[in-house]
């Protein structure tokens, strides 16, 4: 079993910048992949960026250039830093850990971007 416990959201104003940080609950980073994932009101839960248990990244086309996602094995802590937010970026952030068939949830943070 794995615990995940995001944080870093708020409010923002376009433009601006957060870093989001999920905790997890043991080392699991060698062996697990980890990818952020974030669900607006009305819209599907959608990939924004994701890293492997190698190191490898992606990212969403409509993310990239903007957020970079990145991991601290000694504190088992995977980041998303986002910067240039747009109002089209507000919804809930949310991170996965997952190996083969298995896979553990964050509870999500709140990320609103307004004026």
């Known amino acids: 079993q794995v615990q995940l416990v995001e944080s870093g959201g708020g409010l923002v104003q376009p433009g601006g910048s957060l870093r989001l940080s999920c905790a997890a609950s043991?080392?699991?980073?060698?062996?697990?992949?980890m990818t952020w994932y974030r669900q607006a009101p009305g819209k599907e839960r959608e990939l924004v960026a994701g890293?492997?248990?190698?190191?490898?990244?992606y990212y969403a086309d409509s993310v990239k250039g903007r957020f970079t996602i990145s991991r601290e094995n000694a504190k088992n802590t995977v980041y998303l830093q986002m910067n240039s937010l747009k109002r089209e970026d507000t919804a809930t952030y949310y991170c996965?850990?997952?190996?083969?068939?298995?896979?553990?949830w964050g509870q999500g943070t709140q990320v609103t971007v307004s004026s």
């Open positions: 996965k850990a997952s190996i083969g068939r298995y896979e553990y």
């Open positions: 043991r080392n699991i980073f060698s062996i697990y992949d």
């Open positions: 890293t492997t248990n190698t190191g490898s990244t």
